[in-house]
């Protein structure tokens, strides 16, 4: 496809709200689910830690 000017370009043959919002919710999901994984992961080294800590206390205190 070619494009006669900048305007032309970002307006896409007229499908400029589908294209751009296609590449705006690929770029929200690459950025997000990184946050999302991090929280995740933290929340399962706190589980642990947790249940690691119970069971110490348990075996010192039967």
Known sequence: ?????????????????????????CLLAFVVEPLLI???HSQAVRTLRRQTAAEKLEMENP
């Open 38 to 40: 991090r929280q995740r």
């Open 1 to 25: 496809m070619n494009w006669n000017s900048a305007a032309d370009f970002f307006a896409m043959g007229g499908y400029a709200l589908y294209v751009w919002g296609s590449f705006g919710a």
